[in-house]
């Protein structure tokens, strides 16, 4: 059922996108996209104050394993967006997934199958697949 919410998003991106349907405006509208997301994530920190971010430098002891590495992970952001927080944001990342359904448009590839494939690759990798 999920691949055909992705399949009819991604028909309904190549219904709707008529101005900007080459790939030099798609990638560049992309980019945009992806600048106003953070910038929409600054705003949350910086402007309206709903999440903090406290970021230090983690120390890690010399001789930890790799396996461990996860139990020295930093909680460096404290707070959930407010309502309106949440709706730009959530308002930008819908546009930037809109280009990236549009580049994969024009690239004839499937959105659902390059999620997919990423999925079984980290499911693959694990936390070997050094995100």
Known sequence: MKDVIYDEFQDKVDEVLIRHANLLDILS???????????????SITSCGCVQLNVAKNELPE?????ALKEFKSEHLQGKP????????????????????????????????????EYK????LGRYSLY
Do not use: H, Q
């Not at 001789?63 to 396996?67: I, R």
């Not at 944001?89 to 997934?97: A, D, P, T, V, Y």
């Not at 690759?121 to 693959?124: F, N």
């Open 63 to 67: 001789d930890l394993s790799y396996e």
């Open 121 to 124: 690759k980290i499911s693959t």
């Open 82 to 117: 407010c309502p309106v927080c949440r709706e730009k944001i959530e308002e930008e990342l819908g546009r930037l997934e809109f280009y990236i359904a549009a580049i994969c448009n024009t690239m004839d590839i499937s959105l659902y199958d390059v999620l997919l494939k």
């Open 29 to 43: 509208k992309m980019s945009d996209s992806a600048a106003k997301a953070n910038r929409a994530v600054v705003k």
